[in-house]
């Protein structure tokens, strides 16, 4: 198909009569919509809840365990009377 029939195409199906749209399709539409944004919106929230929650969690661990200090030795006795 070339440009020429592409086109002659495209004003065929323009110069049809437009179908007729169901009355409460608009309304539903929107409705469906408003939901689709909330229900992303609050997974978003709750996403940033989760992330501040575990950077929390990280945080009081590492305070407590305090991983990056060497741990004691436990397999041979401390060294005195020398």
């Known amino acids: 198909?070339?440009?020429?029939?592409?086109?002659?195409?495209?004003?065929?199906?323009?110069?049809?009569?437009?179908?007729?749209?169901?009355?409460?399709?608009?309304?539903?539409?929107v409705r469906r919509g408003e939901r689709l944004l909330r229900r992303r919106l609050l997974a978003h929230r709750l996403l940033w809840l989760l992330l501040c929650a575990a950077a929390v969690a990280f945080t009081v661990w590492a305070v407590r365990t305090q991983p990056w200090v060497e741990p004691p030795s436990q397999t041979t006795p401390p060294l005195t009377g020398w």
């Open 1 to 29: 198909m070339n440009r020429p029939q592409r086109e002659a195409a495209v004003r065929r199906i323009m110069e049809q009569a437009a179908v007729p749209v169901p009355p409460g399709l608009h309304a539903e539409a």
